[in-house]
């Protein structure tokens, strides 16, 4: 029996994908880039022009600390040009006083600013007084407010969806099984068989934590900018079912990945599909974009999780014959070594000998676990 070769699908390039369909470079833009993130800019209006707070959340890390020294510093000068203009800071020096200049004035507000004070610099008249308690109040507000952001800023969960992993490519193909509705039942009904020999568009994805998401959703898109014009982007909600459910996710809500399983995404490219009757070429030049979403609630932290990720046209591999299994039942890493030297390791898949030493079938139930090999997600077997 002939064993299909494994090829292993490299990350995407900069620019472009070659691939069996010899696609050509792709000159579109992605509506969301490798990153994760919309490629929208906003023209006409500023994202400070109503809500600074969120606007500031947004922010970069060295953006956001760029712009808070720059408004201490600035703070630091103006009530430091206050205090030499009031003309009642004196510095005390061998039994006598001495009236600040600017440079003095400037390092008493520094130590005013952060409640120091050392003793030689200190405001005699009433103005000055007044603007020492002017700074003081101003800074707390100052202090708060960035604290809060900061404090936001770290509590965002928005590191947490780089530990999605999707795979690289989409496969097209007949190869897998997809839901087949009983002609002789009513559509609702979601009575049916699953079957292979109707073309699919074929993903998968995993949560690489161990925790889970709560209160999961998924969503599949198609995005078809205008040929002619750019002006308008027409977006489809494509059917899809997670890995097999009963019944068609277009006519049931089945579409949530609760485990901490990998999740195979798979959309029947038939009558309703924008999808259907086109080639790798009308893909390309419709520049199709299959964007995918999960969302859900991160058990650990208890905060809303997006995900968002796209293939091109340029990232769909034609007539492939399915992806190759990346969850096995073996032994953990950490155990792995101490039943070896028992000698009751065996190999149970030849496929994964090498890349999974620790799989067997002697050992008992109780000491296996499920490995999830997150490396094999974008691999896939070749007609």
Known sequence: MEVPAIITSPQIPSLYRQDDTEMTRHTYTRLVNNAGRIALVREGVSPFSKDFYHAFIDLTWWKLMLVSL?????????????????????????NSQMKANFMECFWFSVQTEDTIGYGVLHPVSHLSNIVACTQSYSNLLFSAIQYGIVFAKISRPSRLKHNFVHSSVALVTEKEPSFFMDPNESPDSGIGEYKAGRRCLVFRFVNARLSVLCEPKFTLLCACPDSQTDAFVTTHELAFELNRQKGRARFMDLSKPYLGLPWQVVHPIDENSPLFGKSAADLAAMRVEIIAVVDGIDEVVSDNVQVKWSYLASDLIWDANRFTPMVFTGVPDDEADEIEAMGESTPLLNQTEDRHPNITSDVPASEQAYIVDVALISQYEKS
């Open 70 to 94: 720059a408004f201490y510093v600035s703070t630091i000068v103006l009530f430091g040009l206050l205090y030499y203009a009031s003309g009642g800071v004196y510095v005390s020096k061998a």
